[in-house]
């Protein structure tokens, strides 16, 4: 039902000027939002603005802080959530159910949706259950759910080896994360075809 693409890029190596240019159409040399303070300029026209011009209702449900209202990400919008800058919960479920429940309220008009979660990304911590997919046995090892930013950052630095136990945790730490994710999008769209609205909604 859709089209994949084998050969996609990123324009940028971390979070914000990649996401200033997929919500722009920008490159980062020239939308500028391209270290930890550059906001994007008011003259950056956001697809958000693009839909709200259109007659959408556009909503975004944003799990990063660097893609937030200090930023100039808040243009064009019905209704902006940054669930790191609101200190709400950033888990999937949380995300995609207020995505979905915006989805609700607007499924008899055109809306436009912008959904960005961040599992996995570090720390690694999912459910039990998911975690158990990948590695039920028991583990005292140093490869702790809460500790795992600092474990990758200091193993980049050549200060903290794993062996080979911690590897299997960390790994499946990691794909823990990824079908946590996974099971929640399946919920989302789930949630889109009991709303009817499905057959009529472009994902991408």
């Known amino acids: 039902e859709g089209v994949l693409f084998e050969q996609a890029q990123s324009p940028e190596n971390w979070t914000k000027p990649s996401c200033a240019s997929v919500l722009t159409g920008l490159t980062p040399a020239t939308h500028g939002a391209k270290t930890s303070e550059a906001a994007l300029s008011s003259s950056a026209e956001l697809v958000s603005e693009a839909f ?25 919008w019905d209704s902006y959530n940054n669930f790191t800058r609101d200190g709400r919960s950033t888990e999937a479920e949380n995300v995609f159910g207020e995505a979905a429940s915006f989805i609700e309220q607007h499924r008899d008009e055109r809306f436009f949706v912008y959904v960005q979660t961040i599992d996995p990304h570090v720390p690694y911590d999912p459910p039990g259950s998911f975690l158990g997919m990948y590695d039920a046995d028991e583990y005292s090892g140093r490869v702790q759910p809460r500790a795992t930013p600092d474990l990758l950052e200091q193993a980049k630095r050549g200060r903290v080896t794993f062996n080979e136990r911690d590897q299997v945790r960390l790994e499946a730490l990691h794909d823990g994360e990824i079908s946590y994710h996974d099971h929640h999008f399946g919920e989302f769209l789930a949630r889109l075809e009991s709303l009817g609205v499905a057959d009529d909604t472009l994902i991408i």
């Open 52 to 76: 709200d011009a259109a007659g959408f209702a556009t909503g975004s449900f944003i799990a990063n802080g660097y893609v937030s209202d200090r930023f100039g990400f808040d243009q064009g």
